[in-house]
């Protein structure tokens, strides 16, 4: 990008934060990323109220506008955010947040576990998140899950299953899906198509899942910076200039 912009990574699920550092440190070369983390503790009730205004705060003491970006609930987040203070927002991107932004892999969780035990569940969602079949790197990560489900932001739980009625969005918006995606489905992230104003952009990834940027960083941090780029006011004025240099040569011939 002609200047580096101010991009920020909304993180709100610190046990997963580790499958978000490709995209991270893919895009830190072209813009100044910086990451916002929100911490709770397991028995602390999730409010996203709460999470709205502490991010509002920390956004206060930023003298440029920013670039939100997150993933899941951290993008819900940002969603919220930006609804309601969207003079701080210079654009929002969404990746796995269908039009009904509040299901996330918890949603999920809760609605199998009822049929399955605790362990079953979580493998199961394993495979299903990541692909991955070797009983080691399951274990793993059943435990990052586990922890997600005590320590995130996620509204939903075994008793409540949050939903946000979809509606336009008062910044610049990019919402990004894997084609392969359980969590998200094509058909979720095609529902954004009428809230889209000009200029905004949905895109699926070919693969890579529900952490589609996990698999694919460099495809989808150069999809999300040709989306920011668009943004530049350079932009619009080097083209107007050409256009306005066309139409004087067009002129020119027609005198002769």
Sequence with gaps: MS?????????TSPSLQYFAEPLLFEMSHSVRMKQWEYCQDQDESSSLDIAVLRLHNYLQSCDRTVHLIGHGTGGLLGLLYARRYPRKIKSLTL???GFDA???WQSHYYMHCQHLSRQKTLTTMVYNLFGYHDERTINR???LLKRDLDCSLSPNSLFQ?????PSSV????????????IIVEHDALQGWEPYLKKGDRLWSCPEGGH???FFQPQLVGEQILNFWESLQPSNSVFSALKLESRI??????IQK
């Design 170 to 181: 008062p910044v610049p918006l990019m919402v990004c899906g894997g084609l392969n995606d």
């Design 161 to 165: 299953r949050l939903r946000i009625p």
């Design 141 to 143: 990560l059943v435990k």
């Design 248 to 253: 004087k040569a067009s002129e020119v011939r």
């Design 211 to 213: 952490f589609f940027h």
């Design 102 to 104: 509040a299901v996330d």
């Design 3 to 11: 200047q580096k912009s101010n991009a920020l990574w909304l993180n």
């Design 95 to 97: 990746l796995g947040v």
